[in-house]
T-cell receptor, first 116, second 112 residues
Framework: NAGVTQTPKFRVLKTGQSMTLLCAQD?????MYWYRQDPGMGLRLIHY???????AKGEVPDGYNVSRLKKQNFLLGLESAAPSQTSVYFC???????????????FGPGTRLTVL | GEDVEQSLFLSVREGDSSVINCTYT??????LYWYKQEPGAGLQLLTY?????DMKQDQRLTVLLNKKDKHLSLRIADTQTGDSAIYFC????????????FGIGTKLQVIP
C-alpha cells in the first residue's frame, strides 16, 4: 500500500513550456485534490475531484487544467508555464464521509516545480 | 469565505510544552484537524477533533476547542527535537464535498 504518490519529484521548466504532474492513490478514495504551497501563503486548492470523470475549480485554478479519467489517478496540467507557477505542488486524496478518520486528507510527498 | 489563522513561528526548548494556536471563522465547521509537515514531505494528519467536543488527548498531544471564540489549540507535552516541523490547523465546513480550509502553518522550532 503506497498511499499517495506523485511524479515527478522535481522539475525545472522554461516559461511557456507545458507539463503534466501525475498523482496516484491506491486507497480507493473518491476525492482527490491538487494544492500549491507557497511561502507565507499556506496551502491553496487548485482543483479537486469528487469522483472518476469529475473535476471542479478550487481557489486558484487559473493556468491549470486537470483530468480524472481513472479513479486512482488525478493529473494536473500546465499548458504554458509561467514563473508565478513556481511552487511546491501537493496532491491529496480522502475517504467519502464515514471513513475511519472522517474527511481526513492523505497527502503525497510533493512536486517541486521551478519555472524560469 | 472561510478563514483559518495561525501564528507563523514558535520556538521552545526541548522538554518544555508547546502550544500552537489557531482561530477560524466558519461556525459550521464539523471537524478540525492538526496536520504536521516535516521538511521536504507532505502533510500528515496528527490529530482531529469533532466540533461537538471540547478536548481530545492523544499521548503527548492535547487539542482544546473553544467553539464560542472559534479557537483551537494544540499542546505538545515534553517537546522533542523530532517535533520540529510546520503544523497546520484545518477545518472542514461539512459542505457537499470534503472542502478543507488550511491555515498558513506554524513553524515549530525545538531548541536542544
Amino acid at each position: 500500500n503506497a498511499g499517495v504518490t506523485q511524479t515527478p519529484k522535481f522539475r525545472v521548466l522554461k516559461t511557456g513550456q507545458s507539463m503534466t504532474l501525475l498523482c496516484a492513490q491506491d486507497m480507493n478514495h473518491e476525492y482527490m485534490y491538487w494544492y500549491r504551497q507557497d511561502p507565507g501563503m499556506g496551502l491553496r486548492l487548485i482543483h479537486y475531484s469528487v469522483g472518476e470523470g469529475t473535476t471542479a475549480k478550487g481557489e486558484v485554478p487559473d493556468g491549470y487544467n486537470v483530468s480524472r479519467l481513472k479513479k486512482q489517478n488525478f493529473l494536473l496540467g500546465l499548458e504554458s508555464a509561467a514563473p508565478s507557477q513556481t511552487s511546491v505542488y501537493f496532491c491529496a486524496s480522502s475517504y467519502v464521509a464515514g471513513g475511519i478518520v472522517p474527511d481526513t486528507q492523505y497527502f503525497g510527498p510533493g512536486t517541486r516545480l521551478t519555472v524560469l | 469565505g472561510e478563514d483559518v489563522e495561525q501564528s507563523l513561528f514558535l520556538s521552545v526548548r526541548e522538554g518544555d510544552s508547546s502550544v500552537i494556536n489557531c482561530t477560524y471563522t466558519d461556525s459550521s465547521s464539523t471537524y478540525l484537524y492538526w496536520y504536521k509537515q516535516e521538511p521536504g514531505a507532505g502533510l500528515q494528519l496528527l490529530t482531529y477533533i469533532f466540533s461537538n467536543m471540547d478536548m481530545k488527548q492523544d499521548q503527548r498531544l492535547t487539542v482544546l476547542l473553544n467553539k464560542k471564540d472559534k479557537h483551537l489549540s494544540l499542546r505538545i507535552a515534553d517537546t522533542q527535537t523530532g517535533d520540529s516541523a510546520i503544523y497546520f490547523c484545518a477545518e472542514n465546513d461539512s459542505g457537499g464535498y470534503q472542502k478543507v480550509t488550511f491555515g498558513i502553518g506554524t513553524k515549530l522550532q525545538v531548541i536542544p
